[in-house]
């Protein structure tokens, strides 16, 4: 018997419900400290690693060099980008290493230091656009909690309604999402953890792919809540569409843009 010849549309929506079924797996920039809090009996000078990755599945992108790279203390911005360097890193599932970006920055005087960058377009051809990020961390230093709260100023980014330091595991955080200044009304956000096994952080294996990536809702201004339910580094996300597009093999591409803003959270004991 001759098999029926499948035709281009019966073709093409086949292939539809196969990529429909993938999961498409988060993207965060992200900019991890070695500490959030500096004390007077804690090394004044922080290692700091920008890079771009899934973090619950620890799998990196390769990450161009940041257009801007800085950090906000007292309501003052200062270019710290001629003090990254360049690094390379791979999850345990990735042949080759991938460029990220490390940097050293020595805390000299009390207060909050929001470190903040905003990277270099990326091509993604699987969902035939670019993605760009606008990241941001919050370290305390010397007990002065003063700053943490303000908007740097980016294109999108998310301002913290909690003390985004000193958290307990199972503290909720509460963010506001913005964009271009403005509350971005029932904003979807993103959660994930960075999955790394550090100390007596272990590393864990979500059971399906929902586990991957949470996802919550922001309510009309544009502000969330989450709880943390591990100690370690969580990741906060908010998508945005550009009002701008970037050229691609000679045609205009969509830009997502991405408020994202990490915090840390340590087991009570």
């Not at 990277?119 to 909690?145: Q, R, S």
């Not at 985004?164 to 403005?182: C, D, S």
């Amino acid at each position: 018997m001759m098999r029926k010849p499948i035709s281009v549309l019966s073709a093409l929506v086949a292939a539809a419900m196969v990529l429909a079924s993938v999961p498409v797996h988060a993207h965060f920039g992200a900019i991890i400290p070695s500490d959030d809090i500096v004390t007077k009996s804690d090394s004044a000078t922080l290692n700091l690693e920008v890079k771009f990755l899934h973090p619950m599945e620890m799998h990196y992108m390769e990450m161009d060099k940041p257009k801007a790279f800085g950090v906000m203390h007292a309501g003052k911005k200062t270019s710290l980008l001629d003090s990254l360097n360049e690094a390379k890193a791979k999850s345990a599932d990735q042949g080759e290493k991938f460029t990220c970006w490390t940097a050293d920055y020595k805390i000299r005087r009390p207060g909050d230091y929001t470190f903040y960058v905003e990277p270099a377009p990326y091509w993604e051809p699987a969902e035939d656009l670019f993605i760009k990020h606008y990241t941001k961390v919050c370290v305390n230093a010397y007990g002065l909690e003063q700053g943490w709260e303000e908007p740097v100023g980016l294109e999108t980014e998310i301002v913290p309604l909690t003390r985004p330091y000193g958290l307990w595991t199972n503290n909720v955080f509460t963010g506001r999402v913005l964009v271009n200044g403005e509350p971005v009304p029932n904003a979807e956000v993103e959660v994930e953890y960075l999955n790394e096994s550090a100390g007596n952080i272990s590393y864990i294996h979500p059971p399906s792919s929902p586990y991957v990536t949470q996802v919550v809702k922001a309510d009309s201004s544009g502000v969330f809540t989450f709880a943390m339910p591990k100690a370690g580094w969580w990741g906060f996300s908010a998508l945005s569409e550009a009002d701008w597009t970037l050229e691609h093999n000679g045609a205009e591409k969509n830009v997502e843009i991405g408020a994202v803003y990490w915090v840390h959270t340590r087991d009570m004991k």
